[in-house]
T-cell receptor, first 110, second 112 residues
Framework: RKEVEQDPGPFNVPEGATVAFNCTYS??????FFWYRQDCRKEPKLLMS???SGNEDGRFTAQLNRASQYISLLIRDSKLSDSATYLC???????????FGKGTMLLVSP | EAGVTQSPTHLIKTRGQQATLRCSPI?????VYWYQQALGLGLQFLLW???????NRGNFPPRFSGRQFPNYSSELNVNALELEDSALYLC???????????FGDGTRLSIL
């Protein structure tokens, strides 16, 4: 089983739609969780950290369920500029390295 | 504030050659991480340096090595290049172990 699993997509949605991505992780010792965004042929950029109580940043909401080892990202009112690959990332306790999912591609169309 | 900078942007080598990739972290960041992003494989962790020491390495052969300098910049060296080493190599830095990592633009290494 892969350490971090994501649906590769692509998710094709119209502008204004709400879209949700899910991610599961296998290592229960995982300590920190992040969503990164990666545009085509560009570097990953931190979108948001994911906290146990859930957190929101504008149109983006992240949720963490430690019992189910599951992370989600909700994007409301999708914009064309949201088109990118969204990477689910976990950090294990005691290690500073990150483990990346392969990403979920989002395509927002006019 | 300048972000993580990497050089060169592109590097073309042939099999058997050696490649050196460079990374300058964000000012004040002491930890530097190297990742390989090969087509279809996602980001794979290569190496982590902190305060000049190698703290951890991923599941890569010894021909992948590096170092961190006193100014916290870092080099990644890949010896005896193979075709499958063709990938985007990304460097990231962070303020500390619990802080998010910020990535540079990457070096695209092509092996002919």
């Amino acid at each position: 089983r892969k350490e971090v699993e994501q649906d590769p997509g692509p998710f094709n949605v119209p502008e204004g739609a709400t879209v949700a991505f899910n991610c599961t992780y296998s290592n229960s010792a995982s300590q920190s969780f992040f969503w990164y965004r990666q545009d085509c042929r560009k570097e990953p950029k931190l979108l948001m950290s994911v906290y146990s109580s859930g957190n929101e940043d504008g149109r983006f909401t992240a949720q963490l369920n430690r019992a189910s080892q599951y992370i989600s990202l909700l994007i409301r009112d999708s914009k064309l500029s949201d088109s990118a690959t969204y990477l689910c990332v976990v950090k294990h306790s005691g290690y500073s390295t990150l483990t990346f999912g392969k990403g979920t591609m989002l395509l927002v169309s006019p | 504030e300048a972000g993580v900078t990497q050089s060169p942007t592109h590097l073309i080598k042939t099999r058997g050659q050696q490649a050196t990739l460079r990374c300058s972290p964000i000012s004040g960041h002491t930890s530097v991480y190297w990742y390989q992003q090969a087509l279809g494989l996602g980001l794979q962790f290569l190496l982590w340096y902190d305060e000049g020491e190698e703290r951890n390495r991923g599941n890569f052969p010894p021909r992948f090595s590096g170092r961190q300098f006193p100014n916290y910049s870092s080099e990644l060296n890949v010896n005896a290049l193979e075709l499958e080493d063709s990938a985007l190599y990304l460097c990231a830095s962070s303020l500390g172990e619990k802080q998010p990592q910020h990535f540079g633009d990457g070096t695209r290494l092509s092996i002919l």
